[in-house]
């Protein structure tokens, strides 16, 4: 595996986080680019916790879903072995670039060498993805959580999505509006556990359901 240069993995990918995905069962990290972790939360505009890893994760997912397959080209084999390469959907358009564009994911300088620079001032400017509020950079996160330093085994979104149980006696199944739920703490409980949550914070500031919070 390391030592080797494969040539590029062209398929629909599963996405397993913010800068990672799987493409053939080969895990696949994009070069340049540092995702806030799965088990991440940020702060929006008023200062309510969200979270921003699965919130990164879906953005990814909704955008290779617009134009697939994607293309990575292979740049180097990375400390955990996993393919770290620059990656494009069908379209042409560069993921990494537009993930941090979004504010989806920062620009990694050690690895970047600024590469993506002005799309992240561009994000930054315009207060959109993780700009909206307050976030530690993701190696800053994982630095102050000694178990998230090394990549565990993941599973691609869709599948975390579908095992997400309730442990508060909300549940994810089914979807919920605001008008359906009761209290500012279950608005909470959905935005922060369900795939579907981001849909009750219209204005993407981090607070579900503004009328009961």
Not at 80 to 105: H, I, K, L, P, T
């Amino acid at each position: 595996m390391a030592g080797t240069k494969p040539d590029a993995i062209t398929g629909v990918a599963s996405v397993i986080d913010g800068d990672t995905i799987e493409v053939h069962g080969q895990r696949i990290r994009f070069n340049g680019i540092d995702a806030p972790e799965s088990r991440q939360y940020c702060d929006g505009a008023k200062g309510f916790e969200y979270p921003c890893g699965r919130r990164s994760a879906e953005a990814l997912d909704s955008f290779l879903a617009a134009s697939r397959p994607v293309q990575c080209t292979f740049v180097t084999w990375d400390r955990y072995n996993r393919f770290v390469g620059d990656c494009r959907r069908a379209d042409g358009a560069s993921v990494a670039a537009w993930m941090v564009e979004q504010g989806q994911a920062l620009d990694w300088p050690r690895y970047s060498h600024g590469a993506y620079a002005q799309q992240q001032a561009k994000a930054e400017a315009a207060k959109i993805g993780l700009w909206v509020g307050k976030f530690d950079a993701p190696w800053d996160w994982r630095a102050s959580h000694a178990d998230g330093a090394v990549p565990s085994p993941r599973q691609p979104l869709g599948i975390i999505s579908r095992k997400l149980v309730a442990q508060s006696g909300y549940s994810c199944e089914p979807r919920r509006t605001c008008k359906q739920i009761s209290s500012c703490d279950e608005a909470r409980w959905y935005l922060q556990n369900c795939s579907w949550g981001g849909k009750l914070d219209r204005d993407n500031d981090g607070v579900a359901c503004e009328t009961l919070c």
